[in-house]
Every structure is written in structure tokens, then in C-alpha cells.
């Protein structure tokens, strides 16, 4: 794309949108739907008019002032997985979502190539209506896959990634309109922009190193001045795949707010929902405590942290360790797969090679490895001693099948875990003297000789037997 | 085994060379397929019909909704004769992968080739990590195998469903069928389902109501199975549509009891599902045939397949390309090529060389020369082979005469053959050739497929190669697929459980550090052999000085979605389209939908995120068939 030109304050003026659209002009030629007729309409109806009977069927009672929001979903260069991982997401899903199925959400009616009943220039209806300013409610845009550099492929007289034809080539011909020009035309309009997907967020992989189609982020191409008509600038929500859910969630959480009754959504400086993207993703890791015991996976497959098999986490903003994948199932390091930033900005050319240690990781894995060298063994004593009844501490024997061969703790190991118990329970109020009003001395606390051969195993109390919280004082 | 059109014959030990004294084997001039018409005496034939006949309508389908990725169809129909007379499809994406990987480390190739496809990422980046491996000669251990296998079946336990359900069952719905051929809505009703036991819907209407956009039965089903699938891959790979624990040379999952019995129990529910599938699918192709004969002309072609087979044994996989016929054979879907109804082989190597892509009307520029005459068991490869080839895009103005989609056309022996997970059926019905296992039988012409007892009793069910070939027969073929995906992950789950068992938990050959240290130098060329939702797929790499210099992806889609070939043969797409008749009724031509065409494109299941356009005419599709001179298969 052309660079941004500077004006006289030094400003960034105009974005590369705004530039593209210098250059292509208004339009004001729409597709003859006479002629067109019910072409790629097999129904005869679109998706909307097949709905909506279903949609709005009984009595209406809800929470908001809306009661639906067009969504015009756009592929630039994807590959389809982020319209993929939306139709996994179940939190809320998308059926509810496009039914209005969900208390308080306005229906949403969605535009996507993917999943619309009707193809083709009847497909397109509604995308003319809303450059019209003709449709008859608010509208949103979801881009998936990055825009790309299309100055350069119209060099050549080509496109990289055109989404449908509109008329709006030399005297009214038939051309093919790219996502790019989409974006263009319909962002100012919209009530929010929103980047799904790595791709669409940060340029994501089709912008790496060599690429040949100058791939970049919605961002990038709406510039920083950028605000919906609701004054909100794009929104981000990134991933490669995005997780589903956190895509529904923070749709259904915007609309939340518009309909007045959630809070009004947090995001960070990147315009990402901070509530999800706040955290390093090693900080929910399953595998975070073997890293604190410097305990590190060396083949791949193996159950420790990943950081020396390749991982990331530590330095990515990343939720999928606790959302998991797909309805709280899967998860990358849940699995075994080491983080690759998929998520981030920097993503990919500042992770690769993949599958190798990232270099900042040394200091604290040698730092860790020096501290587990300490607390592993504590805790595998610890460990031992809580693997144990009670019960098996008065007989002095473990009766599992399973255990025949381990041995009891020696005098030593047995003086350290009383030692232990008797540091955990000073301050345990069930040792003050006074008297515990209403309980009897049950039989299995009484020291009384008689009793003793009726206990399972009976056999010799130890002198000092610690059940003493429930004696009486 | 022999090829048609190609200059190679084979010696008795099966080892390819090209016949003697031809000066350009590999020219497009020297070695032609037999062609029947030429673009120009098809376009004279549109032509002349159109200046006859008033009822002709030219009109574009972009986009073409509903399959997975961006296409347009532009079509030329004749709606008093009720015929297609032209049929452009064109690939409107272009991302740059290939270029991308160019000039990489191969550790990359897993995770930036997945993005190829996110609709089946999954299976890119495991083709990636078969290429990889093969030229960086990593043998994964069985464990690692095993673990691929699994992922790679609920992989497909989520696509066809998908496909099935969101995709094509919509064109068959109640809303569709009435608006469409109001005619057969009565017919509909009266229908009885001889597969109601299975399915649990009386009549035929009921299944075309449940298969009503968001409000049928069916396709909320088909939607909440695909989820149940995506679970069973992401519990070992992390994530989906991107995987996130494949590495060349194994998988990086790590894999505990917990693993394998929570894949159990998910598992476990799709049985019952699965014959529901496949009774719904077994009915709407035998109402339709009732009620019209001549919908078996929808979606039409001859019966021309490839593919490179999927799911290898873990006692036979090696990793190499010298032993690649070996263990090909040894899959648990057999790879292969069905020429006009015949398999001709169930080889590898056969396939690798016979494959080659062309530009000739795609936006990309040509490439000179071949890198290398021969593969790595010095069989001749052409200078049009992945090996030989060069990406290089350049975005140019349509013209359907000249350049017109960002889809290349692959051909083997330069034949028009076409991808698809049924191709899996058909080839190893026929090949015979299937691991041992309780649950999957060939027979020659069938596949028996053993259900297991679930809720439902334990069945025996039968896919017959069919008699005709058409869209309604690629659907029922992706139904009966999804059973016998899951029963491949069935036998697979209990291989895992075994070498559990045996103590044989290793999934990657190599550690990461081994792994850093092997790359540096290394050297080769490897070939990923694997399979998609639908069907065919390859990546062919070269690895010099540790570095990716060539990268080649080739998807089943682009198979089908390919445009004209040098000889001016149509791709797959084309080619079906101009066979199917127009059966939806209309009073005038602005009630035209173009359902038909959309069923047969739909039936293909396209996904174009990595692929694709197709311009023809009627005429072509006719050929004939040609034995095979040399005989013997080699
Ligand atoms: S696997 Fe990665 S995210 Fe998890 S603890 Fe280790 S470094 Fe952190
Ligand atoms: S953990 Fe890393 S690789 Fe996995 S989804 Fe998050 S950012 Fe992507």
C-alpha cells in the first residue's frame, strides 16, 4: 500500500483505508435484481426471512432496546478457521446467538459466506442496503484473515482476495470486490469493527517473513483514528484459532452493555478483552508447578513444563490453559503442546524456529532448578506422611495390597512428620482445654485397654497418640 | 500398473523409465490425452446456441455460499433445454504459503503449512510433518503413529458431519424442496423411510424438515457431533482447527490412560450417531431416484479417483520413501487410482509420479525446467511434478479464455481425476488390501463395516461401489466415510491401548534438542502422503543445508476445483455441473435458483481457503475409454 502521507502537523492523516478508497470513488451502481432473480437463492428466501418467523415467534419480553444487529462477516486471507472455532463455541453458542436465543442478546443476523442459505448477488443484498445507509438496524463487521496489500496486486490488474462482485467496474461492469474494499467502505458506518483471529488482529501468519501479498491487521488498515459509529476503535480478538468461546463471549458481552445491562467491557492498549488476554498464559498452566520444581520435559511427550521443548507461556497473553479448547476440553500445554505464540502480535516470526528453547527462559530455569533442588524432596516427605490414615500411624502398618513392599518411616522420618503435625496444629482451637459441651468421649478415643482388640488390627496404642482434639480436655 | 498418456513404462520389477526416443517426453505437445473438443470449437457450439435459443441466461454466483472458503461459479444455462452450457469456477483467494515457507527452518513447515486450511488444519499439519520427516529420515515411533491416527479420525468425525449437515443437507431441506421442486413436498410426505429403524423419521419430509438451517433437528445435531469431535482431537493435539502438539518424527501429546479412556467414552457415543447418519443419507439419494430418474445426472462424471490413502500402520510405517509402496499398502485406507471404474494401482510411487501441476490459466507465472529428472529411486518425474515446481503468484485481470482463477490444475497421467474422502471407499473396497481388524471388511466391491454395540445393538452395514456417480452417491459415500473413519479410530484407540500396555509410551523420535542439532545440515526431498475431509493431499518439500527451498502443497479441492488443463480438458467441477440437468421447476426465468448446480458443487464439498476456477462447456465430458495398451499391472 501506498504510505500513509504526513500533513502539515506531522500527522498521520489519512489511513490506508481512507487512501484506497481515494482511489477506487464512490460508488452508486447495485446488481439488477431483476435479472438476477432467485439465482443462488434456493428457498427463495434468504436466511434472515427463513429465520425470523422462528426468531421472533410468542410473546417478546426483553431486557434491551434492541431487538436485532446485522453482522457482516468478511475473509480476507484466511483460511476459514476462525469461522470454524465460532461454530464451536458454545458460551454462548452460535445458534443461540443467530436465533436470539439468549436472554437479554438481540438476534444477530449474520451475513457469512459460510453458513447463509443464499449465495451469490442475493447474497449481497444486505451488504448493498447497508453502503446504502437502507438497512433497518445497527450493524457490526467481523473481519477474519488478514487485508492485504491490494495496490500491489492491482498493479497487475488482478486482487489477492476478492469477496463477491459488485457493478462497479468502467460503465457499470461486473468487478471483484475484495475484502479490502468491504472493510473500507462499510467500517465508518458500523457500529463496531471487530478483528477476529490472528490474522485479522495482528497480520498473523499470511504477514510473515517473504510473504508475497504485504499482509497486515484491520488495524493497521483502519489507522489510529479509527472509531465505530459507537466511538469504539477495532476490536481484537486474536488467536490462531481464536477460541471460540472467547469470541462469542465478547461479542455477547458488548451487547451486553448496549442492551444496558452489562458492565462496560474492559480492553487494553491493543484492544483486546483485557478479562482474557490479561494474563500470561503460564500463569493457568497445568504444568506451571513443575516449573516452579524446575522440573522440565525433555522428550517430547513427557509430563513436565514444556519452556525447554519450545514454550512461550510465560511471555504470551494467552487463556486457553483454563478455557481450555473447545467446551473446557483440550488446551495447548494441557496437551503437550508447547505455546507458540499464536495469539501475539509477534507472531510467528519472533517464536520460530518452533519446537526449540526460547533463549530468555535460561535465568529462571536454572533459578527454579536451584529451588526445586530444595522444596521437591520437602515436598515428597510431606508427601508421604499425608499418604498415610491415621489409622495406619497407630498400628505402625500400611494394609494396601498394592504396598507390600514399602517400607515404615524410620524413627527419624517418624520424629520429623510428629515434629510436622505438631507445627500445624498450634494454633488448631480444638486443642484449647475447654470442655466440648454435649459430645461423649466416643470409644475409638478412649484409651481403654478393653476396647482395643475390637479395633480392626488392634493392637498397642502408641503412648502419645495424637487424636486428642476431639478428647475432652 | 500403466500409464495412458504419459511416456514412462515399467520393467518387470515394477521400476518406471521413460519409453525410449521421444526428444520431449514431458511436453504438453508430445504426450496428450485424448481430448474430444477443443475450446475453440466449444465456444463456436455456446455460441451458435445462443443466437438459436432466447432462453439462454448468463449469470455469476459469487460468491458460492455454503462450502468452506471463497468461490464463484460463473454459468451459462439454457433453461428450456434445461441444460448448463458453460460453467467458470474461479478461486478468488490467494495467501502465499508455500512462498512463505521458502527459505525456512523445516521445524516451521508443521505449524505455518496448518494455516493452509482452517477448516481441516489438522491434516495439513500432520502431511507437513510426514514430508518433513521423510526427508529429514525420521521414523516415528508407534506410539507416535498410533497417536496421529487418532487425531486424524476425529478429525473427520467432525468434517463430514459438518459438511453433511451445515453445509450441503440445507439444499435438501423442507424450505429448498418446496420452493425448488414443490412437486415431490406431497410425494415427501407419503414417502415411508426404509431406514426409519436406524434414523427414527417416518417419512421423508420429516427428514427434510430436521435438515432445515438452524431450526432442523439434524443440523443441530450434526453441529453439536462436530463439537463431540473436536474434543476427541483437541484431548491430543491442544487446540482446533490448529493443531499444537505434531512435530516430524512423532506427535508431542503426552499421552496417559486418561487420554485414551476420555477418547473412549467420546467415542463411544458416535456410533449410534453414525448409523443415524448413514440411514438418512442411504434414503434421500433412493427417494429422489424414485421420484425423478434423472436426478442420478446431477453431479455426473465418469469414475475417475485418486488418492494417497490415509492412516498408516504403525508396524509398517517407516518414514521412507523407498519403502513407501510397502507401507502405503499397508493403510488403513489403501492409496490408489480409479481410471473409468478400474483401479490401476495401489502404488505410491506410481502416483508421485505420475502427478503434475499446471498454471496455464491460473494467476501464476511459469516456471522453467525441472530441478530433478527422477525421484529418489530414479523414476522419471516430470518437470511439471511439485518436486520440479515454483510458486510464483502474479495477480492478473480475469479473462475465462486466458487466466482466470488462483486455483492450479493438477492431473495424473493428465487425466481429470477427482479427490474425495468416498475415493477412500472406493479404493479400498476394490484394493482388498485393508489391515486385519474386526470392524472393516473389503470384499472387491464393498466395504462391510461392523458397528458396535451402543445404545443401539450391534450392526453390520455394506457401502456397494455404486452403479452411477453423481452428487447424491458423494454423499451417501462422505456418510458411510464417517463410520468408517470412527471404526479406524476404533481399531487405532485399541492399538494404543496395547502398546500402552506394552510400556511403549515414546511419541517423537527425536528430542528437541537432538531435533535442533539433526536440522542443521540437513538434506533431502520428502513427500507428505495424507489425506483431507476431502481426500488427496500432499506436500513435497526440499530440504538443502538445513533449509526449506521448495515447498508444494497440493489439496483435494484444487484437484476438483482445477480450471482447464493445457488440453483444454474441465476440471472436476466443470466438467460435473455440465452434466447435471436443470430439474427445479420455475414459471420464468427469474425463479431460476440453480439448485441443481449447487448440489453437485456442494456434493463435492469444496473448501477453497486452500485452492481455486473452472470454465466449460458441454461436450467434453464424453470419453472414451481407452484400455490400457501395456496390460499387465506393473
Ligand atoms: S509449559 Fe509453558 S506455560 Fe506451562 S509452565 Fe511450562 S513454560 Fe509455563
Ligand atoms: S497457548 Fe500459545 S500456542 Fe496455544 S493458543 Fe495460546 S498463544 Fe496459541
Known amino acids: ?473 | 500398473m500403466c500409464f495412458k498418456t504419459l511416456p514412462v513404462e515399467f520393467d518387470d520389477s515394477g521400476n518406471a523409465r521413460l519409453r525410449g526416443g521421444i526428444p520431449d517426453p514431458y511436453s504438453v505437445t508430445t504426450a496428450r490425452p485424448e481430448v474430444n473438443m477443443t475450446e475453440a470449437e466449444r465456444t463456436a457450439q455456446i455460441e451458435q446456441l445462443v443466437k438459436r435459443n432466447g432462453h439462454i441466461k448468463d449469470l455469476n454466483m459469487d460468491p458460492v455460499t455454503r462450502i468452506a472458503g471463497a468461490m464463484a461459479l460463473h454459468v451459462t444455462a439454457d433453461l428450456q433445454d434445461g441444460r448448463y452450457l458453460q460453467a467458470h469456477s474461479q478461486a478468488p483467494l490467494f495467501r502465499g504459503y508455500e512462498v512463505i515457507l521458502m527459505g525456512r527452518d523445516p521445524r516451521d513447515a508443521t505449524y505455518i503449512s496448518s494455516r493452509a486450511c482452517g477448516v481441516c488444519g489438522g491434516v495439513h499439519a500432520h502431511c507437513s510433518a510426514y514430508a518433513t520427516e521423510m526427508a529429514l529420515g525420521l521414523e516415528p515411533p508407534p506410539m507416535g503413529t498410533v497417536a496421529r491416527n487418532l487425531a486424524e479420525t476425529a478429525e473427520m468425525g467432525y468434517d463430514n458431519p459438518l459438511h453433511l449437515y451445515l453445509l450441503a443437507g440445507p439444499d435438501y431441506s423442507e424450505p429448498v424442496v418446496k420452493a425448488t421442486n414443490p412437486e415431490l413436498w406431497p410425494k415427501a410426505q407419503s414417502w415411508r423411510c426404509p431406514g426409519e429403524k436406524h434414523h427414527g423419521f417416518k417419512t421423508m419430509a420429516e427428514i427434510m424438515t430436521a435438515l432445515t438451517p438452524l431450526t432442523g433437528e439434524l443440523y443441530r445435531e450434526g453441529l453439536q457431533f462436530t463439537r463431540l469431535s473436536r474434543e476427541m482431537f483437541v484431548l491430543l493435539q491442544g487446540k482446533y482447527p490448529h493443531p499444537q502438539a505434531i512435530v516430524p518424527g512423532g506427535v508431542t501429546s503426552t499421552i496417559t490412560l486418561q487420554t485414551l479412556n476420555e477418547y473412549h467414552a467420546r467415542l463411544g457415543s458416535i456410533f449410534d450417531y453414525a448409523q443415524r447418519m448413514m440411514a438418512v443419507w442411504d434414503d434421500i439419494p433412493e427417494f429422489f431416484y424414485e421420484a425423478d430418474e434423472r436426478f442420478k445426472e446431477v453431479g455426473a462424471r465418469p469414475v475417475n479417483m485418486i488418492d494417497t490413502g490415509y492412516w498408516d500402520h504403525y508396524e509398517a510405517y517407516d518414514a521412507t520413501y523407498e519403502n513407501c509402496n510397502e507401507w502405503g499398502e499397508r493403510r488403513w485406507s489403501t492409496p490408489g487410482a480409479i481410471i473409468d471404474g478400474e483401479l490401476v494401482t495401489t502404488r505410491l510411487t506410481d502416483l508421485n509420479i505420475g502427478f503434475e501441476e499446471f498454471v496455464e490459466h491460473s494467476y501464476y507465472d511459469e516456471w522453467d525446467g525441472g530441478r530433478y529428472g527422477t525421484d529418489p529411486l530414479d523414476n522419471p518425474l516430470s518437470p511439471y511434478h511439485p518436486w520440479n515446481k515454483r510458486t510464483l503468484p502474479k495477480p492478473e485481470p480475469k479473462s475465462w479464455k486466458d487466466k482466470y482463477t488462483w486455483a492450479a490444475t493438477p492431473r495424473w497421467d493428465r487425466q481429470v481425476v477427482e479427490a474425495g474422502a468416498y475415493a477412500r471407499l472406493f479404493i479400498t473396497a476394490k484394493a482388498q488390501k485393508l489391515p486385519e481388524s474386526d470392524f472393516i471388511e473389503a470384499t472387491g466391491h464393498s466395504l462391510k463395516l461392523r458397528i458396535p454395540k451402543g445404545r443401539t445393538p450391534e450392526t453390520e452395514v455394506e457401502w456397494h461401489v455404486p452403479d452411477v456417480w453423481n452428487a447424491f452417491e458423494r454423499n451417501r459415500g462422505r456418510a458411510y466415510h464417517y463410520v468408517f473413519s470412527q471404526l479406524v479410530g476404533l481399531a487405532n484407540l485399541l492399538d494404543a491401548y496395547k502398546l500402552m500396555e506394552r510400556g511403549e509410551k515414546k511419541v517423537a523420535r527425536l528430542t528437541a534438542s537432538e531435533l535442533d542439532t539433526h536440522v542443521q545440515r540437513a538434506e533431502g526431498r520428502g513427500v507428505g502422503f495424507w489425506g483431507a475431509g476431502r481426500g488427496w493431499l500432499t506436500h513435497h518439500t526440499v530440504i538443502e543445508q538445513g533449509k526449506i527451498v521448495n515447498y508444494q502443497i497440493c489439496t483435494p479441492s484444487t484437484i476438483n476445483a482445477s480450471p482447464r488443463d493445457p488440453w483444454d480438458q474441465p476440471g472436476p467441477y466443470e466438467e460435473a455441473v455440465m452434466n447435471t440437468p436443470i430439474l427445479e421447476k420455475m414459471s420464468d426465468p427469474s425463479q431460476f435458483t440453480s439448485v441443481d448446480m449447487l448440489r453437485t458443487i456442494r456434493s463435492f464439498d469444496p473448501c477453497m481457503p486452500c485452492t481455486t476456477h473452472a470454465s466449460t462447456g458441454r461436450g467434453t465430458v464424453v470419453r472414451e475409454v481407452n484400455t490400457c495398451s501395456c496390460g499387465a499391472d506393473g
Open chain 1, 1 to 473: 500500500m501506498a504510505s500513509r502521507t504526513n500533513g502539515d502537523d506531522g500527522k498521520l492523516d489519512r489511513s490506508l483505508a481512507e487512501q484506497f478508497l481515494d482511489v477506487l470513488g464512490p460508488v452508486d451502481r447495485w446488481h439488477d435484481h431483476e435479472h438476477i432473480g432467485d439465482f443462488g437463492s434456493p428457498a427463495r428466501v434468504d436466511m434472515e426471512q427463513l429465520l425470523e418467523p422462528v426468531a421472533k415467534a410468542g410473546p417478546v419480553s426483553r431486557l434491551g432496546p434492541l431487538e436485532k444487529v446485522h453482522a457482516f462477516w468478511f475473509a480476507g486471507m484466511s483460511c476459514d478457521g476462525c469461522s470454524v472455532a465460532v461454530t464451536g463455541a458454545e458460551k454462548p453458542s452460535l445458534e443461540d446467538l443467530l436465533m436470539g436465543a439468549h436472554p437479554g442478546l438481540p438476534r444477530i443476523v449474520l451475513h457469512h459466506p459460510v453458513l447463509d442459505l443464499e449465495g451469490g448477488p442475493n447474497f449481497l443484498r444486505a451488504h448493498e442496503r447497508a453502503i446504502k445507509g437502507e438497512l433497518d438496524a445497527p450493524y457490526v463487521i467481523i473481519l477474519e484473515g488478514s487485508i492485504t496489500d491490494e495496490n500491489k496486486a492491482m498493479e497487475t490488474g488482478g486482487f489477492w482476495a476478492s469477496n463477491g462482485e459488485e457493478p462497479w467496474g468502467k460503465d457499470g461492469v461486473e468487478r471483484a470486490v475484495t475484502a479490502n474494499e468491504w472493510v473500507a467502505r462499510l467500517a465508518p458506518g458500523a457500529a463496531a469493527s471487530i478483528a477476529i483471529g490472528t490474522c485479522a488482529t495482528w497480520g498473523g501468519i499470511p504477514s510473515a517473513q517473504g510473504n508475497p501479498t504485504g499482509a497486515m491487521s484491520l488495524m493497521d488498515f483502519l489507522g489510529k483514528d479509527y472509531r465505530s459509529t459507537f466511538g469504539v476503535p477495532v476490536v481484537n480478538v486474536p488467536g490462531c484459532p481464536p477460541i471460540g468461546d472467547n469470541f462469542n463471549e465478547t461479542v455477547a458481552a458488548i451487547l451486553y452493555f448496549l442492551q444496558g445491562f452489562g458492565p462496560l467491557p474492559e480492553f487494553d492498549e491493543l484492544g483486546r478483552p483485557a478479562w482474557l488476554f490479561g494474563e500470561t498464559v503460564h500463569r493457568h498452566c497445568v504444568r506451571g508447578a513443575y516449573y516452579e520444581e524446575g522440573a522440565y520435559a525433555e522428550e517430547f511427550g513427557d509430563p513436565e513444563c514444556l519452556v525447554e521443548i519450545g514454550c512461550w507461556g510465560p511471555v504470551v497473553n494467552c487463556n486457553i490453559t483454563s478455557r481450555g479448547a473447545i467446551n473446557h476440553v483440550g488446551g495447548c500445554m494441557n496437551v503437550g503442546g508447547a505455546c507458540i505464540g499464536c495469539t501475539m502480535p509477534g507472531f510467528p516470526d519472533k517464536f520460530t524456529p518452533f519446537h526449540k528453547t526460547p533463549p530468555g527462559s535460561r535465568v529462571s530455569t536454572t533459578a527454579s532448578r536451584l529451588l526445586g533442588s530444595v522444596i521437591k524432596p520437602l515436598r515428597m516427605y510431606s508427601n508421604e506422611h499425608l499418604n498415610r490414615e491415621v489409622r495406619w500411624d497407630i498400628h505402625g502398618d500400611v494394609p494396601s495390597g498394592w504396598a507390600s513392599e514399602k517400607s515404615e518411616p524410620g524413627a527419624l522420618r517418624g520424629a520429623g512428620h510428629k515434629l510436622y503435625d505438631k507445627l500445624r496444629r498450634t494454633t488448631d482451637t480444638g486443642r484449647q482445654d475447654n470442655e466440648t459441651w454435649g459430645k461423649r468421649t466416643e470409644w475409638t478415643q478412649a484409651r481403654d485397654p478393653e476396647l482395643e482388640p475390637q479395633l480392626p488390627r488392634g493392637g498397642e496404642l502408641p503412648e502419645e497418640r495424637e487424636v486428642s482434639s476431639q478428647e475432652p480436655g
